[in-house]
Structure formats: structure tokens, C-alpha cells
T-cell receptor, first 114, second 115 residues
Framework: GENVEQHPSTLSVQEGDSAVIKCTYS??????FPWYKQELGKRPQLIID?????GEKKDQRIAVTLNKTAKHFSLHITETQPEDSAVYFC?????????????FGGGTRVLVKP | KAGVTQTPRYLIKTRGQQVTLSCSPI?????VSWYQQTPGQGLQFLFE???????NKGNFPGRFSGRQFSNSRSEMNVSTLELGDSALYLC??????????????FGSGTQLSVL
């Protein structure tokens, strides 16, 4: 089955700096890669996703890049703010008729220091 | 619309007991998936139900089971509880056709503690 590795496990950045989280996946058939943010004590929420037919996607201060050949994808957060402090999870899935079976990475705890 | 609702919010059980957790998806959502969240293992996929049928299953022992009712509400059951089953159990629902690239809406989870 699919295996997703995520690095680093913790990341501390100064407010205003950029943060980068990297994930690698094992199943070359995976074609959908979402990122979820989980603030302390709250439920995970989707922040951005990318499909394998796209190399990069951006939404305001966050962007995701995908390298299918190397089987890795990354989350980039620019101009970090204290509200970006959270745990971020990458995930991989295969889009098909048989639905949801997301494989998540281990998570990255991001701390933005004011 | 109301969000995904999970009950109970907290549960304390002892080893060997069984437990049933409940999840009510967002109205109109037919896919319900369950995840186990632990500090060391992150989010691990348990199973997914769609229209009362289990469509996908993760790598958990048979002690973990689930079902889905005609109104899309889902329950998961863990029998013969072990200490290692202590975790936050999250369910998530998604809009049809639920092919695997829809946004998951998570519930707040049930925190299970096994003593």
C-alpha cells in the first residue's frame, strides 16, 4: 500500500519568514495530494490540494509543488504569521471510483515566533 | 448546514471492553471515513463507508469494525480494547461522488482512553 513520509516533524520559524514542508510517497499511481492544517485542539481542515496533472498550485500565501518523477511534494508558506502555527499533514490518494482512502504523513508541527 | 458530529466526545474504558463511536456526516454526504490519530502515528486510515457499504479498509485488526446506516450515519466498534487503542478517533465526510479527491470535512473526534 501507499506510504507517505513527511519532514521535518517540527519546524520553528520567525514571523515573516517562509516555511517549507516536504513529503514523499511510495505509490506512483497516487494522483491526489491534499494538505490539512490542524490547530491545537481543533479538527483538521483542508488548506490546499494538487492533482498529478499539475506541477504547482498557489493560494495567497501558501503553495504546493509536485514532482511526480521523484514522487515528492512540498508545502510552502510565505510571510508566516502567528496564526500559521499548527500541525500540517500531507496526504496521498488515488482518485478512482472507489473513494476515499487517504494515506497521511506523520505531520509537521509549525511554530511561528513573533 | 451542520458540520460533522461525533459522539461521545470523551470515553474512558478498561482493557477487554468494547466501545461504539458514532458519526453523523454533513447532510447530503454519503461517504464517511474513519481515522485514528495518535501522537506517534499521526492519522491512520481505518475504513470508509459509502451508501452503507464498506468501500475501503486500512490495516487494522478485525477488532475494529464499522457500519453505515441508510441515513449515512456511521458507527465504529472496537472490541476487546487494548491499551494501544487509546487515541483520538476522527470521522470525516465528503460530498458525492466521493471518488477520492473531494475535501474531507472532519468531526471534532472522540478521545478514547483505555485504562
Amino acid at each position: 500500500g501507499e506510504n507517505v513520509e513527511q519532514h521535518p516533524s517540527t519546524l520553528s520559524v520567525q514571523e515573516g519568514d517562509s516555511a517549507v514542508i516536504k513529503c514523499t510517497y511510495s505509490d506512483s499511481a497516487s494522483n491526489y495530494f491534499p494538505w490539512y492544517k490542524q490547530e491545537l485542539g481543533k479538527r483538521p481542515q483542508l488548506i490546499i490540494d494538487i492533482r498529478s496533472n499539475v506541477g504547482e498550485k498557489k493560494d495567497q500565501r501558501i503553495a504546493v509543488t509536485l514532482n511526480k518523477t521523484a514522487k515528492h511534494f512540498s508545502l510552502h508558506i510565505t510571510e508566516t504569521q502567528p496564526e500559521d502555527s499548527a500541525v500540517y499533514f500531507c496526504a496521498a490518494n488515488l482518485i478512482k471510483a472507489a473513494g476515499n482512502k487517504l494515506t497521511f504523513g506523520g505531520g509537521t508541527r509549525v511554530l511561528v515566533k513573533p | 448546514k451542520a458540520g460533522v458530529t461525533q459522539t461521545p466526545r470523551y470515553l474512558i474504558k478498561t482493557r477487554g471492553q468494547q466501545v461504539t463511536l458514532s458519526c453523523s456526516p454533513i447532510s447530503g454526504h454519503r461517504s464517511v471515513s474513519w481515522y485514528q490519530q495518535t501522537p506517534g502515528q499521526g492519522l491512520q486510515f481505518l475504513f470508509e463507508y459509502f451508501s452503507e457499504t464498506q468501500r475501503n479498509k486500512g490495516n487494522f485488526p478485525g477488532r475494529f469494525s464499522g457500519r453505515q446506516f441508510s441515513n449515512s450515519r456511521s458507527e465504529m466498534n472496537v472490541s476487546t480494547l487494548e491499551l494501544g487503542d487509546s487515541a483520538l478517533y476522527l470521522c470525516a465526510s465528503s460530498e458525492p461522488p466521493a471518488m477520492g479527491d473531494e475535501k474531507l470535512f472532519f468531526g471534532s473526534g472522540t478521545q478514547l482512553s483505555v485504562l
